[in-house]
């Protein structure tokens, strides 16, 4: 029987293909230490411009992540996992995933990240790089597969892939 090194166990989504690579993942995690899995989509209030139709474009995006949250639970239920808790929160999202973090205990953080290179990820920021280096607690991060050459990327052997630099 393994031991319980983690209790609580987040993942973060919001529907993307990134954020998919990391859902086996973070279910595999939780089955193994017997965990529960929280399940958290972030509507980046901030990115909709205050405009009369804001608040139906905020309320199409938190749709969007509970229909997100939902293909999750789902498949975690099916694979075993026995608790699923799930949230949609609102700010910026490396903000309101460390709330998280802090205000429920978890103690790993599982993250796709898009890979994003030089300029890109220096315009556009990267939400699982600003989590990694502000968490307390490990953050798995995990590329999804390239689609092009159908291939995993290079990962440590348990299929664990790093930030890239």
């Not at 405009?51 to 139906?56: A, C, L």
């Not at 997100?68 to 075993?80: C, W």
């Not at 280096?133 to 590329?143: E, I, N, S, W």
Request: net charge negative; aromatic share 2%; charged share 20%.
């Amino acid at each position: 029987v393994p031991s319980r090194m983690y209790h609580d166990v987040l993942l973060p989504t919001d529907g993307s293909d990134a954020a998919d690579a990391a859902v086996a993942h973070a279910i595999d995690h939780a089955v193994r230490y017997d965990a529960t899995l929280h399940v958290l989509h972030v509507v980046d209030s901030v990115a909709v411009p205050p405009t009369p139709n804001g608040g139906r474009v905020l309320e199409a995006l938190e749709q969007q992540g509970r229909a997100a949250i939902e293909r999750v639970a789902q498949r975690a239920g099916d694979a075993g996992v026995d608790t699923v808790e799930s949230a949609v929160a609102s700010g910026p999202p490396h903000t309101a995933i460390l709330d998280y973090v802090d205000e429920h205990g978890v103690d790993l953080v599982v993250m796709g990240t898009h890979g994003r290179r030089g300029l890109d990820r220096v315009l556009i920021g990267s939400v699982t790089e600003r989590v990694v280096r502000l968490a307390d607690v490990p953050v798995l991060t995990v590329h999804p597969v390239d689609e092009a050459t159908d291939e995993e990327p290079v990962t440590d052997g348990a299929g664990h892939t790093g930030l890239p630099l």
